[in-house]
């Protein structure tokens, strides 16, 4: 080998190591940072993790909106028209948040059964439904024809 | 009647385009000059005709004319007459149009330069520039035709989305636009010296300045696109991950490594096959962004249009580009490789470097954008990657990229020792280290994460300012060797600083920016970030199109009054759908923002307030960028070199062109 091809060789092997670095990095951020969705059936049948970042959808119940007197805690309930879990959240609802319109929120579901959520977001435009959230209540309407699939996931 | 003469002038520029890219492409292939001499006219008469329809649409707009679908989907009389242009581009179909007409800018810009340029060359490159017109003339005249009648007409248009009705959104799609359809030229150039076999130093210098003007547009696209986003959504956020801001992110990466493999293929005449790649993937990842933004198969802020029919086209269109440019890659890439001498540690291996870094991100960025959407397409579940996969993912990717900005320029071309390089960027390496790390202990809270981003932004500074000193030292005195060098060298200096200036910027907001969501009466005073918002009621009033509930909050520091903010949350008359305006009060070291989150039950308001320091940073370093980009792309030698060529003998083949430029 010449010294020349070495040295070439050297370079391609410190890019494929820095490349494999950033892939498994990538990877496992990957796995660790994904955020499944699931509907107020499936959290109720016990599918959703507890104390892990995930996402819910549903159209907010009417009348379940709650106000705490004198904070921004907000308590509500989603619902897939089938069943229905509470939330709670904390801080300034988007635009678009009101009874009966469909929501994704993002946060952890708790022992108690109680959703706490980061974030809430609903779509700029009332006449869209979160394509997560059409689906959930197909699903929980269908008479649950939800299958598990192989690690977990569900669809 | 102006619509029917819109859509016949789209229909005639289809029938220019297919000639534009047919006939000159065989007058290349077979050597016929009378062949070859016609993609000149073809590019303009081509030009001219989108530029019409794009004119028509237009007068549609401003004229209400409400019998054309598009206009009634999209506009609204009650709208001000800049939000009717603007709502041109407000949806799919207008959009196309407006890459189509951007288009036809470029191509006549690159039909009216390129005087210089060998006949079969430019026979070639407006040829491609043609068949990629075609795609997109077909694309709108098949599927997304904006010149639709509707029958009957409407009485009123059903307005353009308010989220959309703001000046910033005015500008930064036509601004996206023109880097994402720049990069078109790049990739047509490209293709052309395939075809042609004739990857050399004279092609990179041809394509390197379209492609950086293309690359500065982009920047400021997504920057605009960063800054209506802070200001406009109401969350005070500049970037969000959002499939959308990635679309326009991913050709930006390749792009930006593209600027710095055509400096080494036009210098060293290296990495030859490696460009062509680039501009392939960069101007393909345009496309993506395109498809990915207007055919709605994202479910992001931005989705407004939903037809996923439409995206069937383009994908197909994509595969074919993508298809076709590897398949001659493949075929010809190996007759013209000649790969310029290089040692482990130069230049060279530094920007290839740096080509991987920013190529890996885009990757990274890419698996995080599409594999949900695989996914979801293949039923096997809905996930979706947050913010904190892209941060873990990209920022460790940025860390060696940002160092690598200082060490690069002072390598020697060819062969260099580290242990030279750093000696003489010592100074460099103890002040930045010292200084950036002694940073956040005037800010009370110690952040070694704040330390490090702070030492490396002083690093790329003061590497930069010694890199100039020491290219400066040759002449008598150092005014004279500063003035000496060249502008494509100063371009390359504010570029790297605005790097600094970005780093800085994100940093420090993320650090030390203070977001609160607060509940507040009238009369109600809340402390952020050391001012004082005294909340002063909510008065109704009225804008041209819509009704607003107008806050009043005094801001005060030390007792002194600084400003009054007035945040709005409005409601539009046609779509009812209520909007958070947002006041801020701008300043180069802080930003103080306000929003109106709603009334509750008791009559006190929810409020946010956000104190953000050196948020303007942000797009400050990205307009250096931009600005360093065009006055590279302004240098003398390619307008030397322009007038040079053209007396010029046919450029040589394959290896050995390894011969540096004038300066």
């Not at chain 2, 292939?29 to 030009?47: T, V």
């Not at chain 2, 698996?367 to 979706?384: F, H, M, Q, V, W």
């Not at chain 2, 790297?496 to 910027?505: A, S």
Request: hydrophobic fraction near 50%; proline fraction near 5%; charge should be positive.
């Amino acid at each position: 080998m010449t010294p020349q091809r070495k040295k070439r060789l050297a370079l391609v092997a410190l890019i494929v190591m820095g490349v494999g670095v950033s892939a498994a990095l990538a990877l496992s951020a990957f796995r660790e940072n994904m955020l499944f969705f699931f509907s107020p059936s499936q959290i109720l049948a016990g599918e959703a993790p507890t104390g892990h970042a995930i996402r819910i959808g549903g159209l907010v119940s009417k009348g379940s909106v709650q106000r705490q007197p004198g904070s921004l805690k907000v308590r509500f309930e989603v619902t897939d028209t089938v069943k229905s879990i509470p939330v709670v959240y904390s801080g300034i609802l988007p635009d678009l948040f009101r009874e009966g319109q469909g929501i994704v929120a993002l946060g952890r579901l708790g022992n108690d059964g109680v959703f706490t959520a980061d974030e809430v977001l609903a779509k700029h435009n009332e006449k869209y439904m979160p394509p997560e959230v059409k689906q959930a209540i197909a699903t929980a309407q269908g008479g649950g024809t939800m299958r598990q699939h192989p690690g977990g996931r569900i669809e | 009647m102006i619509p029917e003469l819109g859509h016949f002038a789209l229909v005639l520029a289809l029938c220019l385009a297919l000639v534009q890219g047919t006939v000159p492409m065989f007058g290349a292939a077979w050597g016929i000059p009378g062949w070859m001499a016609l993609a000149r006219p073809a590019a303009w008469a081509q030009s001219l005709f989108i530029l019409m329809a794009f004119v028509c649409l237009v007068t549609a707009f401003i004229q209400n004319d409400f019998s054309v679908s598009y206009v009634a989907q999209n506009s609204n009389s009650a709208l001000p007459v800049m939000y009717r242009i603007s709502a041109v581009w407000g949806a799919h179909e207008g959009s196309l149009l407006l890459w189509a007409t951007i288009l036809a800018v470029w191509m006549s810009a690159v039909a009216l330069f390129s005087r210089s340029l060998p006949d079969e060359t430019i026979a070639r490159v407006l040829g491609v520039m043609g068949l990629v017109s075609v795609g997109f003339l077909l694309f709108m005249l098949l599927t997304s035709n904006p010149f639709e009648r509707l029958m009957p007409a409407a009485m009123d248009g059903r307005d353009l989305n308010p989220l959309l009705q703001d000046p910033g959104l005015v500008v930064h799609p036509p601004m996206l636009y023109t880097g994402y359809v720049g990069f078109s030229v790049a990739f047509a150039f490209a293709i052309a010296a395939l075809l042609g076999g004739r990857l050399d130093s004279a092609w990179a210098r041809w394509s390197r300045p379209w492609t950086i003007v293309a690359w500065s547009f982009l920047t400021v696209g997504i920057a605009l696109g960063s800054w209506w986003s802070y200001y406009e959504l109401g969350w005070g956020g500049w970037w969000f991950w959002d499939p959308v801001e990635n679309a326009s992110f991913m050709p930006w990466l390749v792009g930006t490594a593209l600027i710095h493999s055509l400096a080494v293929t036009e210098k060293r005449g290296a990495f030859r096959s490696w460009t062509v790649l680039l501009a392939v993937f960069a101007f393909s990842l345009s496309l993506l962004g395109t498809f990915l933004v207007r055919s709605g198969v994202l479910t992001s802020v931005h989705a407004f249009a939903n037809d996923p029919k439409r995206g069937v086209f383009i994908l197909a269109f994509l595969g074919a580009v993508v298809g076709s440019s590897l398949v001659l890659y493949a075929w010809r890439a190996p007759k013209v490789v000649g790969s310029g001498n290089f040692q482990l540690y130069s230049r060279e291996s530094l920007l290839l470097v740096n080509n991987v870094l920013l190529v890996v991100a885009m990757a990274s960025i890419l698996t995080g954008t599409i594999y949900p959407l695989a996914l979801d397409a293949l039923n096997l579940g809905k996930i979706s990657a947050g913010p904190p996969y892209f941060n873990i993912v990209f920022v460790p990717i940025m860390v060696p990229l940002v160092l690598l900005i200082g060490i690069g320029p002072a390598t020697r071309w060819k062969q260099d020792s580290p242990w030279q390089v750093l000696r003489r960027l010592r100074f460099a390496v103890l002040v930045s280290i010292l200084a950036g790390f002694a940073y956040p202990l005037l800010m009370g809270s110690y952040s070694l994460a704040v330390g490090a981003a702070m030492a490396i932004a002083l690093w790329i500074w003061l590497t930069t300012l010694m890199d100039m000193r020491a290219k400066a030292a040759h002449k008598t005195s150092l005014w004279a060797g500063l003035r000496a060098l060249p502008r494509s060298y100063y371009g390359m200096v504010l570029a790297h600083t605005g790097v600094g200036i970005f780093i800085v910027g994100v940093t420090l907001v993320t650090a030390y920016g203070v977001e609160e969501d607060v509940r507040m009466a009238v009369g109600d005073s809340h402390e952020v970030g050391g001012y004082s918002f005294r909340f002063d009621g909510v008065k109704e009033g009225e804008g041209p199109n819509y009704t607003a509930s107008t806050g009043t909050l005094h801001v005060s520091k030390n007792g002194k009054e600084v400003t009054v903010l007035r945040p709005e949350k409005r409601v539009y008359w046609v779509q009812r759908m209520p909007m958070t305006e947002a006041a801020i009060h701008p300043g180069l070291l802080r930003d103080l923002y306000a929003a109106l989150g709603e009334r509750l039950p008791d009559g006190a308001w929810s409020v946010r307030i956000y104190y953000k320091p050196f948020v303007r940073w942000i797009w400050l370093g990205a307009l250096f960028m931009a600005f360093g980009g065009v006055l590279a792309a302004s240098d003398r030698r390619y307008r030397v070199m322009a007038k040079r060529a053209s007396a010029r003998a046919p450029a040589i083949t394959g290896g050995g062109a390894t011969s540096a430029p004038a300066r």
